[in-house]
């Protein structure tokens, strides 16, 4: 009978200034594991297609193509910042149900930002393709005014403006998925709300391959992009239907750009720090070097967005819940990281391991050996990601935004002064050491985390840290015999894999069946 009373009360209507009862708390945790779950296993389906569908854009796309479709994500990533302006994060945040007002204003001015965005990009197109002509109407001195837009012009082409102008269309479509996204997101019912990405994503693969295998080139991804969107839209209102309202409500906006403001100031900062930092990289760099720092790029993020990724989409609205519950709350952020380790750690080093080996099976791919070293530290640089990014979700979590801006300042400071050195020193694979070295400061939060929740950080990856060493001892070990045939790659990927579990089992059993069995339990 207390069950059937907590799902029909909703988590999100618990009074912010009260600790979350017990009853509200084990609600809390079962939606959360139930979420993790269905996110866990959305997410090894769609890696799956992720990394299959790389391996066959790899041979059927050049690193021009790679390059050309970095840049223009990069481009469209910073335009992301004004989709949003925080405030569906606040309303995901927000301890109290928001109002039908308060959705239909951030629904409204979503789109006003989405279309803004549509209204930009065809500028930027029109003078882009016009920047020549601009140029011989402009006095000398101010030629410098429009040089960026001739170099972003000359690498984009026709191509780059479809790619960029279907980007750019897809705004408005995913904001009309917000809401209903927020509705779930708060309700921690993220076994539907993983419906629609799983759609998304065989959608826009599944033509993407079909396209570029039958020779279109990079114009396939503008083709998949609308493709995806529409799709999305159309799969989100199916399962959570909405009826869109249009409001804009001065006392909403007030609230929500409390929190939305710095949160979206934080989200300024991380932007400027990767994509404005590589759409510059991008117009400075050849385009095939930075084909070989995307496709680097790109493959690292497959295991980060396996774990870290779907963890925070889970974690960031029940941190929130149990804000005011610290013990609840440290429990809750050293389960994440210890599972998030358990998982990363041995995928990154086994990626480190046999990428070489690797490129040397599958025909064709010797194309892509000078981004390997640039892969590696890419790699390396998630593992510091994997620790430092669900603790800064913590603190965004329970309303700490000021420390993560502070965070966020520093590493952008040193994003744009260290990684222009280390390309002086060791070229376009300069970016890739640079980032890592940066991203040391991942570990920040947990000296601000400790403040008001006591979190064992190491005690909860130090054997993860020691397998996964171990593991990658015994494959270099044998790294000049992985590379001889499928048979011996394979072999050698389940050899570390059995090394791994094993020490896991020998330092963590107890742990490991006790952590499992209390995330299961009710």
Request: proline share 4%; charged share 10%; glycine share 6%.
């Amino acid at each position: 009978m207390i069950e059937t009373k907590v799902m029909e009360q909703p988590v999100d209507s618990v009074n912010s200034d009260e600790p979350i009862s017990e009853v509200d708390l084990q609600s809390i945790k079962k939606r959360s594991v139930g979420g993790a779950l269905s996110y866990f296993i959305r997410t090894i389906f769609l890696n799956g297609i992720g990394v299959v569908s790389a391996i066959i854009l790899g041979f059927a796309f050049s690193p021009e193509d790679f390059g050309l479709y970095g840049l223009v994500m990069q481009f469209i990533g910073i335009l992301i910042f004004f989709s949003d302006i925080g405030l569906a994060a606040a309303l995901v945040q927000k301890q109290q149900e928001p109002t039908e007002t308060d959705y239909a204003t951030v629904f409204t001015v979503q789109q006003l930002l989405s279309w803004l965005i549509v209204l930009i990009c065809v500028v930027l197109m029109f003078l882009g393709m016009r920047s020549e002509w601009l140029l011989q109407q402009l006095p000398p001195k101010l030629h410098f005014l429009l040089q960026w837009l001739v170099g972003f012009n000359s690498k984009l082409g026709s191509t780059g403006y479809w790619i960029m102008l279907t980007l750019a269309l897809s705004f408005p479509l995913a904001a009309l998925k917000t809401i209903p996204s927020i509705k779930l997101e708060r309700k921690l019912d993220f076994s539907k709300l993983v419906i629609p990405q799983i759609v998304e994503q065989v959608s826009f693969y599944g033509l993407l391959i079909y396209l570029a295998l039958h020779g279109y080139g990079a114009i396939s991804y503008a083709y998949a992009i609308i493709f995806r969107s529409i799709l999305g839209v159309i799969t989100m209102y199916y399962i959570a239907p909405w009826m869109i309202r249009l409001s804009l409500s001065k006392d909403s906006l007030q609230s929500l750009l409390k929190f939305g403001v710095k949160f979206q100031l934080n989200d300024a900062l991380a932007r400027i720090k990767d994509q404005l930092f590589f759409t510059a990289l991008g117009i400075y760099l050849p385009l095939n070097q930075f084909g070989y720092i995307q496709w680097a790029k790109s493959w690292s993020l497959y295991p980060y967005n396996l774990t870290v990724q779907n963890v925070m989409a889970i974690t960031f609205p029940t941190f929130a819940r149990l804000q005011h519950n610290k013990e609840y709350l440290r429990k809750a952020i050293e389960k994440s990281i210890f599972f998030i380790s358990l998982l990363i750690f041995p995928i990154l080093v086994g990626m480190s391991v046999f990428i070489v080996p690797l490129i040397q099976v599958v025909p064709g791919y010797a194309k892509w050996y000078p981004a390997v070293f640039s892969l590696v530290f890419f790699l390396l640089d998630i593992a510091w990601s994997a620790i430092g990014t669900p603790l800064i979700n913590a603190l965004s979590a329970v309303g700490k935004i000021n420390i993560t801006l502070k965070i966020m300042t520093l590493r952008t400071i040193l994003t744009w002064v260290l990684t222009p050195l280390a390309m002086y020193l060791w070229g376009f694979n300069g970016v890739a050491i640079a980032t890592f070295v940066i991203n040391i400061t991942s570990l920040i939060p947990i000296w601000y985390i400790r403040k008001f929740a006591a979190v064992d950080v190491w005690g909860m990856t130090w054997g993860q840290l020691l397998a996964s060493l171990v593991m990658a001892g015994v494959g270099i070990a044998g790294i000049e015999y992985w590379g001889k045939s499928w048979v011996f790659l394979l072999s050698g990927i389940v050899l570390c894999a059995v090394v791994y579990g094993v020490l896991i089992l020998l330092f963590y059993r107890k742990r490991l069946f006790s952590e499992i069995r209390n995330l299961v339990s009710k």
